[in-house]
């Protein structure tokens, strides 16, 4: 039985971890590499690093940066924001990142995840897609959620998927920084369509959302931030917790 994996998340901007709700009014949450270094610690089965502003800067994630967070961490580490390229990628990984997450890139070109996948192997390409739900249809956005689409959500994943992506990160916008819970019925959705693995982000708030997601969501992993980061949940908590619901996870 594969374990479900439960990942903290930084978000990063000018150096700084940041977290807002529903993608804005961001506040600091502290260091990046000190935070990587205790989640390491403390359980955590991955982490995820997002230069969230590196898109709409129009630059490349800080490589300096990702080489320090690498530096203090021995569990897999996915890196995003600002990716477009082969030469992105491998910078990337020689900078110590186990996986690359693309959003916006991919979606105005889909052949990079072809390309992408096809150099580095399916393995290392997440596919991040940012939705919210309008009127009952999940619509993509891009740019760190501030440029709309008319794209599909569930069409997307599959394309993405189709052409090489490893795995999904959806992050409902809705239910971002709320701590309301994950958006269970997408994600189960999602599940249902795709074979390869799909990490929820956006809404965790207590233990019990967690569980939801996993049941629920049938998700593969679990992503949050700002309940890590201010430490209202702890992650080996967390996790004997899921275990005696009879969750499959790694203590």
Not at 107 to 126: D, H, M, T
Request: aromatic share 6%; charged share 20%.
């Amino acid at each position: 039985m594969f374990t479900k994996r439960i990942i903290p998340c930084l978000d990063i901007k000018n150096g700084r971890t940041v977290k807002g709700v529903n993608f804005v009014n961001l506040m600091d949450a502290g260091d990046p590499v000190e935070l990587a270094q205790q989640y390491a610690q403390k359980g955590a089965d991955e982490l995820v690093f997002l230069d969230i502003s590196a898109t709409q800067e129009a630059r490349k994630t800080t490589l300096e940066l990702v080489l320090h967070v690498a530096e203090q961490v021995n569990i897999p580490f996915t890196v995003g924001g600002g990716i477009g390229s082969i030469s992105d990628v491998d910078s990337l990984l020689k900078c110590g990142a186990d996986k690359v997450s693309i959003n916006s890139s991919a979606v105005k070109r889909p052949e990079l995840i072809n390309e992408l996948s096809a150099k580095f192997g399916n393995q290392c390409i997440v596919v991040a897609i940012d939705a919210k739900q309008i009127n009952g249809a999940w619509k993509v956005h891009l740019v760190g959620g501030s440029v709309p689409t008319n794209i599909d959500l569930f069409e997307w994943a599959k394309e993405a998927q189709d052409r090489g992506a490893g795995e999904i990160l959806f992050t409902s916008m809705n239910h971002d920084g709320t701590k309301n819970g994950f958006a269970n019925e997408a994600l189960a959705q999602l599940s249902k369509d795709l074979h390869i693995p799909i990490i929820a982000s956006g809404g965790a708030g207590t233990i019990g959302h967690f569980e939801e997601a996993f049941t629920e969501g049938k998700a593969d992993a679990a992503l949050a931030a700002s309940v890590f980061h201010y430490g209202e949940i702890e992650i080996k908590t967390l996790k004997q917790n899921l275990k005696e619901k009879g969750i499959a996870v790694r203590l």
